[in-house]
Protein backbone atom coordinates (compact mmCIF):
# COMPACT_ATOMS: atom_id res chain seq x y z
CA UNK A 1 0.00 0.00 0.00
CA UNK A 2 1.69 3.11 -0.99
CA UNK A 3 2.13 5.37 1.88
CA UNK A 4 -0.22 8.61 2.27
CA UNK A 5 1.59 12.24 1.94
CA UNK A 6 0.65 13.04 5.78
CA UNK A 7 3.19 10.05 6.70
CA UNK A 8 6.12 11.29 4.25
CA UNK A 9 9.27 12.54 6.03
CA UNK A 10 11.75 14.54 5.06
CA UNK A 11 14.67 17.10 5.28
CA UNK A 12 16.61 17.70 2.47
CA UNK A 13 19.26 20.57 1.50
CA UNK A 14 21.26 20.79 -1.82
CA UNK A 15 20.74 16.78 -2.45
CA UNK A 16 21.70 15.75 0.94
CA UNK A 17 18.36 14.35 2.69
CA UNK A 18 17.83 12.46 5.32
CA UNK A 19 14.27 10.63 5.38
CA UNK A 20 12.54 8.34 7.62
CA UNK A 21 8.81 6.20 7.25
CA UNK A 22 6.76 4.44 9.74
CA UNK A 23 7.07 4.35 13.42
CA UNK A 24 5.28 6.56 16.06
CA UNK A 25 3.33 9.58 16.17
CA UNK A 26 3.05 11.99 19.18
CA UNK A 27 0.81 14.89 19.18
CA UNK A 28 0.98 17.74 21.61
CA UNK A 29 -1.80 20.29 22.24
CA UNK A 30 -2.05 23.13 24.52
CA UNK A 31 -0.01 24.86 26.51
CA UNK A 32 4.36 24.56 26.65
CA UNK A 33 4.06 22.58 23.74
CA UNK A 34 7.76 22.85 22.72
CA UNK A 35 8.86 22.56 26.32
CA UNK A 36 6.70 19.25 27.03
CA UNK A 37 7.60 17.50 23.20
CA UNK A 38 11.47 18.67 24.54
CA UNK A 39 10.89 16.51 27.74
CA UNK A 40 9.13 13.32 26.20
CA UNK A 41 12.31 13.45 23.51
CA UNK A 42 14.61 13.24 26.25
CA UNK A 43 13.16 10.44 27.86
CA UNK A 44 13.13 8.56 24.53
CA UNK A 45 16.47 9.70 24.11
CA UNK A 46 17.83 8.72 27.36
CA UNK A 47 16.01 5.23 26.65
CA UNK A 48 17.75 5.06 23.36
CA UNK A 49 19.77 1.66 22.94
CA UNK A 50 20.10 1.03 18.90
CA UNK A 51 22.61 1.18 16.59
CA UNK A 52 22.56 4.56 15.37
CA UNK A 53 20.97 7.94 17.95
CA UNK A 54 17.47 7.48 17.84
CA UNK A 55 16.69 10.32 15.01
CA UNK A 56 13.20 12.21 14.85
CA UNK A 57 10.92 14.79 12.91
CA UNK A 58 9.09 17.05 14.37
CA UNK A 59 6.65 19.87 12.96
CA UNK A 60 5.01 22.47 15.89
CA UNK A 61 2.65 25.19 15.48
CA UNK A 62 3.35 28.75 15.60
CA UNK A 63 1.25 29.45 18.64
CA UNK A 64 0.44 27.08 21.93
CA UNK A 65 -3.27 28.40 20.66
CA UNK A 66 -3.46 26.80 17.84
CA UNK A 67 -6.32 23.92 17.28
CA UNK A 68 -4.20 21.62 15.28
CA UNK A 69 -1.35 19.58 17.18
CA UNK A 70 2.33 19.92 17.49
CA UNK A 71 3.78 16.71 16.60
CA UNK A 72 7.01 14.29 16.93
CA UNK A 73 7.21 11.56 14.50
CA UNK A 74 9.88 8.85 15.51
CA UNK A 75 10.40 6.70 12.38
CA UNK A 76 11.21 3.20 12.10
CA UNK A 77 13.00 3.25 9.40
CA UNK A 78 15.06 6.08 8.65
CA UNK A 79 17.64 6.79 5.33
CA UNK A 80 20.58 9.37 5.16
CA UNK A 81 22.23 9.29 1.97
CA UNK A 82 23.56 5.74 1.14
CA UNK A 83 22.95 4.37 5.11
CA UNK A 84 19.79 3.48 6.46
CA UNK A 85 18.66 1.60 10.00
CA UNK A 86 15.75 0.83 11.93
CA UNK A 87 14.72 2.37 15.32
CA UNK A 88 12.18 0.89 18.06
CA UNK A 89 10.85 2.90 20.86
CA UNK A 90 9.06 0.84 24.33
CA UNK A 91 5.64 0.46 24.11
CA UNK A 92 5.62 0.70 27.92
CA UNK A 93 7.71 4.24 28.00
CA UNK A 94 5.35 5.57 25.60
CA UNK A 95 2.41 4.37 27.28
CA UNK A 96 3.84 6.15 30.68
CA UNK A 97 4.90 9.31 28.68
CA UNK A 98 0.93 9.55 27.25
CA UNK A 99 -0.90 8.59 31.26
CA UNK A 100 1.39 11.48 32.28
CA UNK A 101 0.65 14.37 30.00
CA UNK A 102 -3.75 14.87 28.96
CA UNK A 103 -2.02 16.76 26.00
CA UNK A 104 -0.22 13.84 24.53
CA UNK A 105 -1.38 11.61 21.88
CA UNK A 106 -0.08 8.65 20.44
CA UNK A 107 -0.56 6.11 17.45
CA UNK A 108 1.20 4.68 14.72
CA UNK A 109 1.85 5.94 11.61
CA UNK A 110 -0.43 5.39 8.75
CA UNK A 111 -3.62 6.11 11.36
CA UNK A 112 -5.83 8.19 10.20
CA UNK A 113 -5.23 11.07 10.97
CA UNK A 114 -7.73 13.98 11.84
CA UNK A 115 -8.24 17.88 12.40
CA UNK A 116 -5.74 18.67 10.26
CA UNK A 117 -7.22 21.82 8.67
CA UNK A 118 -6.74 25.23 10.58
CA UNK A 119 -10.35 27.12 11.65
CA UNK A 120 -10.91 30.13 9.99
CA UNK A 121 -11.76 32.25 6.83
CA UNK A 122 -9.00 33.17 4.77
CA UNK A 123 -8.19 37.01 3.72
CA UNK A 124 -8.09 37.82 0.18
CA UNK A 125 -6.41 41.29 -0.78
CA UNK A 126 -9.23 43.21 0.72
CA UNK A 127 -8.79 41.08 3.97
CA UNK A 128 -4.74 41.63 4.09
CA UNK A 129 -4.96 44.98 3.62
CA UNK A 130 -7.13 45.18 6.90
CA UNK A 131 -4.74 42.97 8.45
CA UNK A 132 -2.03 45.71 7.63
CA UNK A 133 -3.51 48.34 9.16
CA UNK A 134 -4.79 47.00 12.07
CA UNK A 135 -1.16 46.42 12.82
CA UNK A 136 -0.42 50.00 11.51
CA UNK A 137 -2.98 50.92 13.71
CA UNK A 138 -1.39 49.15 16.69
CA UNK A 139 1.75 50.25 15.85
CA UNK A 140 0.83 53.64 16.21
CA UNK A 141 -0.67 53.73 19.88
CA UNK A 142 2.87 52.18 20.92
CA UNK A 143 1.48 48.38 21.23
CA UNK A 144 3.98 47.27 19.26
CA UNK A 145 7.34 48.33 17.15
CA UNK A 146 6.80 45.45 14.70
CA UNK A 147 3.75 42.95 13.60
CA UNK A 148 4.03 39.87 10.95
CA UNK A 149 0.66 39.28 9.51
CA UNK A 150 0.02 36.49 7.67
CA UNK A 151 -2.75 35.26 4.90
CA UNK A 152 -2.87 31.98 3.40
CA UNK A 153 -4.49 30.43 0.50
CA UNK A 154 -6.27 27.07 -0.67
CA UNK A 155 -4.96 24.79 -3.47
CA UNK A 156 -6.88 21.83 -4.32
CA UNK A 157 -4.51 18.85 -4.99
CA UNK A 158 -4.09 14.97 -4.01
CA UNK A 159 -1.30 13.06 -2.98
CA UNK A 160 0.01 12.33 -6.33
CA UNK A 161 0.45 16.29 -6.65
CA UNK A 162 1.53 16.89 -3.36
CA UNK A 163 4.50 14.50 -3.92
CA UNK A 164 5.59 16.14 -6.80
CA UNK A 165 5.39 19.47 -5.77
CA UNK A 166 7.97 18.30 -2.87
CA UNK A 167 10.10 17.00 -5.75
CA UNK A 168 10.05 20.14 -8.09
CA UNK A 169 10.81 22.51 -4.40
CA UNK A 170 13.93 20.26 -3.95
CA UNK A 171 15.18 20.74 -7.34
CA UNK A 172 13.97 24.44 -7.34
CA UNK A 173 15.77 25.85 -4.12
CA UNK A 174 18.60 23.65 -3.12
CA UNK A 175 20.11 26.22 -1.16
CA UNK A 176 16.74 26.21 1.16
CA UNK A 177 15.72 23.53 3.76
CA UNK A 178 12.74 21.58 2.35
CA UNK A 179 10.76 19.36 4.30
CA UNK A 180 8.19 17.46 5.06
CA UNK A 181 6.42 16.08 8.12
CA UNK A 182 2.75 15.29 9.10
CA UNK A 183 1.37 17.06 6.07
CA UNK A 184 3.40 19.93 6.17
CA UNK A 185 5.91 20.27 3.51
CA UNK A 186 7.53 23.66 2.01
CA UNK A 187 11.69 25.26 1.38
CA UNK A 188 12.18 27.16 3.83
CA UNK A 189 15.09 30.13 3.51
CA UNK A 190 15.45 29.93 7.34
CA UNK A 191 17.57 27.71 9.65
CA UNK A 192 16.13 28.27 13.51
CA UNK A 193 18.92 26.37 14.89
CA UNK A 194 21.78 23.86 13.51
CA UNK A 195 23.48 21.73 16.19
CA UNK A 196 26.41 19.37 16.04
CA UNK A 197 27.61 17.93 19.74
CA UNK A 198 28.07 21.43 21.20
CA UNK A 199 28.71 23.69 18.38
CA UNK A 200 25.58 25.92 17.00
CA UNK A 201 24.28 28.08 14.01
CA UNK A 202 21.43 29.84 13.46
CA UNK A 203 20.41 32.91 10.86
CA UNK A 204 18.18 35.54 11.36
CA UNK A 205 15.96 36.52 8.29
CA UNK A 206 14.18 40.15 8.68
CA UNK A 207 13.83 42.78 5.87
CA UNK A 208 12.46 41.49 2.23
CA UNK A 209 13.24 43.52 -0.89
CA UNK A 210 13.21 42.73 -4.84
CA UNK A 211 16.93 43.83 -4.99
CA UNK A 212 20.28 44.25 -2.75
CA UNK A 213 20.21 47.93 -3.35
CA UNK A 214 16.61 48.85 -2.77
CA UNK A 215 17.25 46.31 0.48
CA UNK A 216 20.50 47.84 2.02
CA UNK A 217 19.18 51.56 1.14
CA UNK A 218 15.65 51.47 2.86
CA UNK A 219 16.09 52.45 6.46
CA UNK A 220 12.82 50.60 7.66
CA UNK A 221 13.97 47.38 6.22
CA UNK A 222 17.25 47.47 8.34
CA UNK A 223 15.32 48.76 11.26
CA UNK A 224 13.42 45.74 10.88
CA UNK A 225 15.93 43.24 10.75
CA UNK A 226 18.07 44.91 13.77
CA UNK A 227 15.34 44.36 15.52
CA UNK A 228 14.96 40.78 14.61
CA UNK A 229 18.48 40.07 15.33
CA UNK A 230 18.80 41.44 18.57
CA UNK A 231 15.51 39.77 20.21
CA UNK A 232 17.75 36.51 19.11
CA UNK A 233 21.07 37.34 20.10
CA UNK A 234 18.96 38.50 23.79
CA UNK A 235 17.53 35.23 24.19
CA UNK A 236 20.21 33.72 23.54
CA UNK A 237 22.47 35.28 26.19
CA UNK A 238 22.75 32.41 29.28
CA UNK A 239 22.16 29.59 26.93
CA UNK A 240 25.53 30.12 24.57
CA UNK A 241 28.38 31.31 24.34
CA UNK A 242 28.71 33.05 21.07
CA UNK A 243 31.59 33.72 18.70
CA UNK A 244 30.61 36.84 17.25
CA UNK A 245 28.26 38.97 20.08
CA UNK A 246 27.59 41.27 17.45
CA UNK A 247 27.45 40.07 13.79
CA UNK A 248 27.36 41.99 10.79
CA UNK A 249 23.74 41.56 8.50
CA UNK A 250 24.33 41.17 4.82
CA UNK A 251 22.14 40.18 2.08
CA UNK A 252 20.91 36.72 1.09
CA UNK A 253 19.84 36.18 -2.71
CA UNK A 254 17.16 33.73 -2.94
CA UNK A 255 15.75 32.81 -6.72
CA UNK A 256 12.54 35.39 -6.11
CA UNK A 257 13.80 37.13 -3.23
CA UNK A 258 16.49 39.53 -1.41
CA UNK A 259 16.72 38.97 2.63
CA UNK A 260 18.46 40.81 4.98
CA UNK A 261 20.28 37.90 6.63
CA UNK A 262 22.60 37.41 10.07
CA UNK A 263 24.43 34.60 10.84
CA UNK A 264 24.88 33.51 14.71
CA UNK A 265 26.83 30.70 15.99
CA UNK A 266 28.44 29.58 19.01
CA UNK A 267 28.42 27.04 21.52
CA UNK A 268 25.71 25.26 23.88
CA UNK A 269 26.06 26.42 27.25
CA UNK A 270 24.61 22.69 28.46
CA UNK A 271 25.88 20.29 25.35
CA UNK A 272 23.49 17.69 27.24
CA UNK A 273 20.42 19.61 26.15
CA UNK A 274 18.89 18.30 22.66
CA UNK A 275 18.04 21.34 19.70
CA UNK A 276 14.25 22.04 21.22
CA UNK A 277 15.82 23.47 24.24
CA UNK A 278 16.77 26.34 22.02
CA UNK A 279 14.20 26.39 20.03
CA UNK A 280 11.83 26.50 22.63
CA UNK A 281 13.39 29.86 24.28
CA UNK A 282 14.08 31.10 20.78
CA UNK A 283 10.70 30.50 19.27
CA UNK A 284 8.78 32.59 17.94
CA UNK A 285 11.15 34.80 16.79
CA UNK A 286 10.64 38.44 15.86
CA UNK A 287 11.04 37.34 12.10
CA UNK A 288 7.82 35.37 12.26
CA UNK A 289 5.84 37.22 15.24
CA UNK A 290 6.92 41.24 16.08
CA UNK A 291 8.53 43.05 18.77
CA UNK A 292 7.77 42.93 21.57
CA UNK A 293 7.19 39.62 20.72
CA UNK A 294 4.71 38.47 23.48
CA UNK A 295 2.43 41.49 22.56
CA UNK A 296 2.51 40.65 18.99
CA UNK A 297 1.66 37.06 19.13
CA UNK A 298 -1.59 38.65 21.07
CA UNK A 299 -2.23 41.19 18.15
CA UNK A 300 -1.61 38.34 15.51
CA UNK A 301 -4.12 35.84 17.66
CA UNK A 302 -6.73 39.15 17.73
CA UNK A 303 -6.40 40.57 13.91
CA UNK A 304 -5.84 37.53 11.72
CA UNK A 305 -8.87 35.53 10.52
CA UNK A 306 -7.17 32.26 10.12
CA UNK A 307 -5.26 29.72 12.80
CA UNK A 308 -1.76 29.57 11.81
CA UNK A 309 -1.57 26.42 12.92
CA UNK A 310 2.04 25.16 11.48
CA UNK A 311 2.95 27.80 9.49
CA UNK A 312 5.82 29.74 11.07
CA UNK A 313 6.30 27.38 13.44
CA UNK A 314 9.51 25.61 14.56
CA UNK A 315 10.28 22.31 11.56
CA UNK A 316 12.82 19.32 11.30
CA UNK A 317 14.85 16.78 13.23
CA UNK A 318 16.93 15.98 15.96
CA UNK A 319 18.93 12.68 17.64
CA UNK A 320 19.34 11.24 20.39
CA UNK A 321 23.34 12.85 20.24
CA UNK A 322 21.88 16.19 20.76
CA UNK A 323 22.21 17.38 17.01
CA UNK A 324 19.66 18.28 14.62
CA UNK A 325 18.60 20.89 12.47
CA UNK A 326 15.17 22.89 13.00
CA UNK A 327 13.86 25.51 10.89
CA UNK A 328 11.09 28.16 10.54
CA UNK A 329 8.15 26.67 8.62
CA UNK A 330 8.38 29.20 5.59
CA UNK A 331 7.18 29.18 2.04
CA UNK A 332 4.86 26.33 2.87
CA UNK A 333 1.96 24.50 3.17
CA UNK A 334 -0.60 22.39 5.11
CA UNK A 335 -2.09 19.20 3.63
CA UNK A 336 -5.66 19.16 4.24
CA UNK A 337 -8.84 17.00 2.87
CA UNK A 338 -9.10 17.85 -0.72
CA UNK A 339 -5.82 20.08 -0.90
CA UNK A 340 -3.12 22.23 0.47
CA UNK A 341 -3.60 25.62 2.96
CA UNK A 342 -0.11 27.46 1.69
CA UNK A 343 1.21 30.53 3.44
CA UNK A 344 2.77 33.46 3.30
CA UNK A 345 3.34 36.47 5.70
CA UNK A 346 5.50 39.69 6.16
CA UNK A 347 6.89 41.95 8.81
CA UNK A 348 4.73 45.46 9.79
CA UNK A 349 6.49 48.33 11.10
CA UNK A 350 5.87 51.85 10.85
CA UNK A 351 5.50 53.62 7.50
CA UNK A 352 4.52 50.19 6.35
CA UNK A 353 2.69 49.82 2.49
CA UNK A 354 -0.37 48.00 2.48
CA UNK A 355 -0.77 47.42 -1.18
CA UNK A 356 3.62 46.46 -1.05
CA UNK A 357 3.10 43.79 1.68
CA UNK A 358 0.34 42.64 -0.19
CA UNK A 359 2.82 42.37 -3.38
CA UNK A 360 5.49 40.52 -0.95
CA UNK A 361 2.69 37.96 -0.25
CA UNK A 362 2.23 37.69 -3.83
CA UNK A 363 6.01 36.65 -4.07
CA UNK A 364 6.36 34.75 -0.93
CA UNK A 365 3.21 32.21 -2.50
CA UNK A 366 5.25 31.80 -5.77
CA UNK A 367 7.32 29.06 -4.48
CA UNK A 368 4.31 26.71 -3.79
CA UNK A 369 2.36 27.94 -6.30
CA UNK A 370 4.30 27.09 -9.04
CA UNK A 371 4.98 23.39 -7.71
CA UNK A 372 2.04 22.68 -7.31
CA UNK A 373 1.28 23.36 -10.81
CA UNK A 374 -0.85 26.83 -9.83
Given amino acids: MEEAFVDRLGWVRDGAALTGSGGWRLAFSGRDRLARMDAVWQRLADRDRGPAPLTAFLAATFDDSSALPSVLRVPRSVRRGETAWEQAVDAGLLAELAAADDGL ?153 WHLATDISGRVADPASSPLRLITALHPTPAVAGVPTKRAVELINEFEPRDRGRYAGPVGWMDADGNGEIGLALRCGQREPGGVRCYAGGGIVAGADPEWEYAETEVKLQPMRRALGV
Wanted: hydrophobic residues 45%; aromatic residues 4%; proline residues 5%.
Fill in 105 to 257: TVGLAGEEIRGLAAPGESAGRAGHRRLVEAALGAIAGGAADKIVVARDEYVRADDARCARALEALAASYPQTWTFAVDGLFGATPELMIARQGDRFRTRVLAGTAGDAETLLGDPRRVAEHRLAADAVLGELAGLAVLDDERPAAYPLQLPNL
